[in-house]
């Protein structure tokens, strides 16, 4: 199955050149359609000029984006050098602590298809 989602341009970049390979979103009813052997058709946000597709390798939920940050390498989100808070206070500006408590998190561990 085919799944189409947005990304902004630092995150787009990242899986782009293979530097990231989890995605992190919450866990909600769209996420939950998801399954291994997907594939997501990102969409570079806001220019929407460019896409590229992904397949879907691993799919991990955990209750809070912190302890997602806690149990999965920083280098898988190409995020080394930045402490935990920072990850836990960047996510909160695109997801709210609400959504976070209403649906948990999903790290989607993905693979770029050529």
Known sequence: MNHEMG???T????????RKTVEV?????????????DTITFTRVPEYDETLS???VALREYPTFKEMYESI???DFDTVGE???VMVEQTYQIYSPDQERQWGTLAITVQLID
């Not at 995150?11 to 293979?18: A, E, G, L, R, Y």
């Not at 979103?25 to 052997?37: A, F, I, Q, T, Y």
């Open 54 to 56: 992904v397949e879907v």
């Open 25 to 37: 979103r919450l866990n909600d009813e769209k996420r939950r359609k998801l399954s291994v052997g």
């Open 7 to 9: 990304l902004y341009d």
């Open 73 to 75: 390498p920083a280098s």
């Open 83 to 85: 402490s935990i808070d």
């Open 11 to 18: 995150p787009f970049n990242s899986i782009k050149s293979c």
